[in-house]
């Protein structure tokens, strides 16, 4: 339902999202080297989770989380792989997008949030019921979800008042803004880790410094990965949408509309 409404918005009003692109770090060439890189990350961490971390752990459904995210792990390396190749990427700039996306996502939030559920469900570090496991994991769950929503509807109000046009207090104060939109992400985030640590201090066997950072992180990254999303998704809009979100056979980016308007007019 949001996306349609982005179709009521205009170009200009997505103006400030071309900054990663034009800086390059966005670029179809640097995705292509961080895809690279993100083989061997995925396969680590997807070891580090399934191997290391669910060792003892009694979470359910333990076995078909698994192979199910072993599929979609191993699909997304043999696309990371192909959309790292320039005659590719330079075709499917989109895809390569929304690939990056996926990959970010996979490893880290989604593998670092399982990540620290295994780890409370380890028998050697804490005593709790397989019932508490699965609604602690279902709260969890469910604060990410909102984390999501709250940030793509506050994320659109800003659009439609066009904060991120050029000119814009959103181009100009974009620190300022940014440390505003923390403001509902931490209320659900540390709403989420105060109950999770309740649930730890209640049923952990021994401390360990480690392995307390570690479940801490989990979620906390997971969170993070979600409150970004929003303009992942929305970047992504924007490259489907309009032609200067994206780059030449050279490796630059198009023109803006309005930049294509004064040479014009010149």
Do not use: W
Not at 68 to 82: D, N, P, Q, R
Not at 98 to 127: K, P, T
Not at 176 to 192: H, N, Y
């Amino acid at each position: 339902m949001i996306f349609r409404k982005l179709n009521k918005l205009e170009e200009k009003d997505f103006a400030v999202l071309r900054g990663p692109l034009e800086s390059g770090r966005q670029s179809p060439s640097s995705f292509g080297g961080i895809l690279v890189l993100s083989v061997f990350l995925q396969a680590l961490l997807f070891f580090l989770t399934y191997v290391v971390a669910a060792d003892n752990t009694k979470f359910p459904y333990k076995d078909i989380l698994f192979y199910i995210h072993l599929v979609g792990t191993a699909i997304l390396i043999i696309f990371s792989v192909l959309y790292s190749i320039p005659s590719l990427y330079k075709k499917g700039q989109k895809i390569q997008y929304f690939i990056s996306i996926l990959v970010s996502q996979n490893v880290f939030g989604l593998m670092l949030f399982i990540s620290s559920l295994f780890l409370i469900g380890s028998d050697r570090l804490f005593i709790i019921e397989q019932s508490k496991l699965i609604q602690i994991s279902l709260i969890m769950l469910g604060l990410g979800i909102l984390t999501f929503l709250v940030t793509f509807i506050r994320f659109y109000k800003l659009l439609s008042k066009g904060e991120y046009r050029l000119g814009s207090k959103k181009a100009q104060l974009r620190t300022r803004f940014e440390a505003k939109s923390l403001v509902p992400f931490a209320i659900i985030a540390g709403t989420g880790i105060s109950l999770l640590l309740q649930y730890i201090f209640k049923n952990m066997i021994s401390v360990d410094g480690n392995i307390m950072m570690a479940i801490l992180l989990g979620p906390l990254v997971f969170y993070t990965m979600l409150f970004v999303l929003p303009e992942q998704l929305v970047i992504l809009y924007c490259k489907t949408r309009f032609d200067s979100f994206n780059f030449d056979k050279e490796g630059n980016l198009k023109p803006f509309s309005s930049e294509v308007n004064e040479v014009n007019e010149i």
